[in-house]
């Protein structure tokens, strides 16, 4: 029994909410179970009152999405030094921006899709890149406004300069990658195993097929080559040390095997807050590596720090 007072935060005020809170329901249970103290925090913006006051040993960040894993919650839990889970100020900002990740992972020797980021006003009627390709806000998770743009396709989405639009005025025009959903977490500093996501009735990897149930299945170990395998955990882990994660991590992959075996790999983008919940890829790959949800959030609590 560890006697430990552990926060966990959860909710938040982003696109993401719901999701955080079923992470973070999840985590708190397990945790309990664990033999912690914990008291659960559904975050507004007087976390940071909330937190002086109640002067937890651990946050245990269940938040999803802008401000809970874009550096802002950390901040407040650094301010407050109040140790924390998953990655600090800086590598929790840099990897939630999809552009300035990118020129990491290259520079680290990742292989990445060509991409542009630019104001989802100067996109117009014209092709920013030749079909297909994908538009993305440069800083949400979860595949909130993603759109895919196919090759016969006349023009850019109409979406993108309609009041309608929720997700800020940056965004990101990627290569379209063909091929299979692949994904790797790295707890500790060590690659856990790859997993495949195949949608359920739907070609992409949409908010639906990550959080229904039923709406992906995930094969781990993936069923690829072992050469393959172990490229992508290597990447994972790569892409990890260059963003300076701590904790957990998730990175996501496209793999075009349709010419080839080895076919082209393609780093997407690293997680540094994955979902934790009941259809979540983490603890799936945890318990392929032998740890049981309790052990895995266990683990991340005991390894929770400040000056992340």
């Known amino acids: 029994m560890s006697g430990k007072h552990v926060a966990v935060l959860m909710g938040g005020i982003s696109s993401e909410r719901p999701v955080s809170l079923s992470s973070g329901k999840a985590c708190a249970d397990a945790l309990e179970q664990e033999g912690y103290r914990v008291t659960r925090i559904d975050v507004s913006r007087d976390v940071a009152a909330v937190l002086a006051e109640l002067t937890p040993d651990v946050a245990f960040n269940a938040l ?86 196919k090759q016969d396709q006349s023009h850019p989405p109409q979406i993108l300069a309609s009041s309608e639009w929720r997700y800020g005025d940056e965004v990101m025009v990627e290569r379209y990658v063909h091929g299979r959903e692949l994904t790797c977490g790295v707890m500790g500093g060590e690659a ?84 934790m919940t009941p259809t979540s890829l983490v603890p799936e790959m945890a318990a392929h590596a032998g740890y049981s949800f309790g052990e895995l959030v266990r683990w991340m609590v005991e390894d929770a720090s400040c000056l992340r």
């Open 64 to 149: 999803h999405g802008p401000y809970g894993e874009d550096g802002t919650i950390q901040g407040v839990l650094e301010y407050l030094e109040i140790p924390y889970t998953h990655s600090g100020v800086l590598a929790s900002a840099l990897s939630m921006d999809k552009g300035q990740a990118k020129h990491v992972a290259r520079a680290a020797g990742i292989p990445i899709a060509e991409a542009r980021v630019m104001s989802r006003f100067d996109i117009g009627n014209d092709h920013p890149i030749e079909p297909p390709y994908v538009v993305k806000p440069v800083r949400e998770g979860s595949s909130f406004g993603v759109v895919i743009v």
């Open 192 to 275: 856990l195993g790859v997993t495949e996501v195949v949608p359920t009735g739907n070609a992409f990897y949409d908010y639906d097929a990550k959080y229904a149930e039923g709406g992906s299945k995930h094969v781990i170990p993936a069923q690829i080559s072992p050469d393959v395998y172990q490229k992508i955990q290597s990447y994972a882990l790569k892409a990890h040390q260059a963003m300076g994660c701590r904790g957990v991590s998730r990175s996501d992959f496209r793999y075009d095997d349709r010419f080839s075996e080895n076919g082209e790999i393609i780093w997407l983008e690293v997680n540094t807050q994955p979902g």
